[in-house]
Structure formats: structure tokens, C-alpha cells
């Protein structure tokens, strides 16, 4: 029988890991719908059809930006959502990570298991160096993800980023391929 290709980038024993598709919007939006009580007030990913399509135009054509759908292998259902945004090159070859998880997923180790996918994606097949987490400091399902895939705590910033209608602060977390090496 002739080998199938995956339509995953990497997998791992419960999920795999692939880029955004305009086609994933139906379920995308109905997970983020159905995991508001989970991402508020922390996250406010696209729950209709149009705030989708925007999304993902932006994670599929802009060069500095990777989306990762996290994906349970068995069902190929959509367990939560990855992000590289901000990714410079040169000197830096860096990226900003975001993820959240849908409510059905959230604390089962899906989402660790993907996020250790797309480290090794990034510090491989992408050349990165360097990812950093910004995350504020009562979100501890986020903190505790970063730790447990091996980011370590650099500083905190005020008033960082503009979230629900106020600035928030932040911690950041960062990685580098050297302390990936060494974990």
C-alpha cells in the first residue's frame, strides 16, 4: 500500500500541528463560541465567519506571522490555535507566540503536546532562534503551559498590550534554541 503524506507538519502520540485554512472557519469559530468563559478576559479570538476570514488572511499571506491549528490526530477536531506573530529575521530570528485552547481540549495536555510541536518547528524548518510568550500575570493556564515547555520568566512589562479595553500588564517569556537543547 503506497504511503499517505500527512496533512500534518509535525505529529506527535495525541495531535498534530498545520497551518490555518480559510475551510477551518465554520469549526474554528463554533470551538471559540463554545470556549468564551475559558479565553475571557484573556483572549478574543474570531467567533463569525467574517472576523475569521480577516484572521486568517493575515496568519496565511502575511510573512511575519505562522498560524498552527493543534489538532486531535483521532478525529483531526481543532483542540486550540498556535501563532508566531511578529517574526523578524536577521540578527533577531525571533517570534512573539500566542495559543489558547477550546474548551473541550483545555487540560488534557493537548495543548503542551502542540506547543512542543510548533517549538520544534519554529527552531527548526523556520530558522528561529527565539520565542517569547507575553502573558498577564493572573493568566496561569498560559503560565504554566510556558513553563512546562521550557520558556523561562525575563521580565515584567506595564501596561504592555491593549486587551478588552484596557492596558494590561505582562510577563515575558522567552526560549531559545540553546535552552531547548539542553531540557
Not at 530558522?127 to 515547555?149: D, K
Request: charged residues 20%; aromatic residues 10%; proline residues 5%.
Amino acid at each position: 500500500m503506497p504511503h499517505i503524506a500527512s496533512r500534518y507538519l509535525a505529529e506527535g502520540p495525541r495531535v498534530g500541528i498545520r497551518h490555518f485554512t480559510h475551510e477551518d472557519g465554520a469549526e474554528f469559530t463554533a470551538r471559540v463560541r463554545e470556549s468564551k468563559d475559558l479565553h475571557h478576559p484573556w483572549l478574543f479570538p474570531p467567533d463569525t465567519a467574517a472576523a475569521y476570514a480577516r484572521y486568517a488572511g493575515r496568519l496565511i499571506e502575511d510573512p511575519t506571522k505562522a498560524g498552527f491549528l493543534v489538532c486531535e490526530t483521532a478525529t483531526d477536531a481543532l483542540a486550540g490555535y498556535i501563532n508566531i506573530n511578529n517574526i523578524v529575521g536577521g540578527a533577531f530570528q525571533s517570534g512573539a507566540l500566542g495559543y489558547g485552547a477550546f474548551a473541550h481540549a483545555a487540560g488534557r495536555g493537548l495543548m503542551r503536546e502542540g506547543l512542543n510541536l510548533v517549538i520544534d518547528h519554529a527552531f527548526g524548518p523556520m530558522r528561529l532562534h527565539r520565542l517569547e510568550i507575553n502573558v498577564q500575570p493572573g493568566n496561569a493556564a498560559s503560565i504554566a503551559l510556558a513553563r512546562a515547555c521550557g520558556f523561562r520568566l525575563e521580565g515584567f512589562s506595564p501596561n504592555m498590550l491593549y486587551i478588552d479595553g484596557a492596558w494590561r500588564d505582562h510577563e515575558r517569556w522567552a526560549l531559545t534554541v540553546e535552552m531547548r537543547a539542553c531540557s
